[in-house]
């Protein structure tokens, strides 16, 4: 449990408070570093309250999570693991996929509403989830070149 961080794999220095504030622990069956990023919860809660108009305590009681609960994950300001429940019924509130911020707390892509729920401790899921996304930033600056590629070359037509 003593790990010396700085000669871990994929740790970085973050200059985001909130990151490091976000939990970092040791999966020693992985022999690798997860962090969660509860600070990506919280903004999501808080964009996602905005948005709907909603207060902390309707969410609490749409919820069935604590209001104390409800503060304590939106500003990140405890630091302790929550249940998987716990983000479901808050997602559910919220009008999201029942694994939304669960999703975002293990830096995944959210699922779209009405799809079908996913294992999230499966890694094979996880790394399959990871690949697809990786793979769509890939097509979108294909794009993105082509776009730029057919612009050069219209411009050097028009000269």
């Not at 500003?75 to 302790?80: A, L, Y």
């Not at 029942?98 to 975002?104: E, I, R, T, V």
């Amino acid at each position: 449990m003593g790990a010396d961080f700085a000669t871990c794999p994929g740790w970085r220095v973050s200059e985001s408070r909130e990151a490091l504030i976000s939990a970092l622990r040791w999966t020693p069956r992985e022999e690798e570093y997860v962090t969660e990023d509860w600070a990506a919860v919280g903004r999501a809660i808080s964009a996602r309250l905005t948005e709907l108009g909603m207060k902390q305590r309707e969410l609490a009681t749409r919820s069935g999570v604590s209001q104390a609960i409800v503060r304590e994950i939106q500003h990140n300001t405890v630091q302790r693991r929550r249940g998987d429940r716990t983000l479901e019924a808050l997602s559910t509130a919220l009008e999201w996929h029942p694994q939304h911020l669960l999703a975002l707390l293990h830096h995944r892509k959210p699922p779209a509403a009405g799809q079908p729920r996913e294992n999230m401790d499966d890694p094979v899921t996880a790394r399959l989830t990871a690949i697809e996304d990786r793979l769509a930033d890939l097509v979108e600056q294909v794009a993105e070149l082509r776009a730029d590629v057919a612009i050069a070359l219209k411009d050097r037509n028009v000269r």
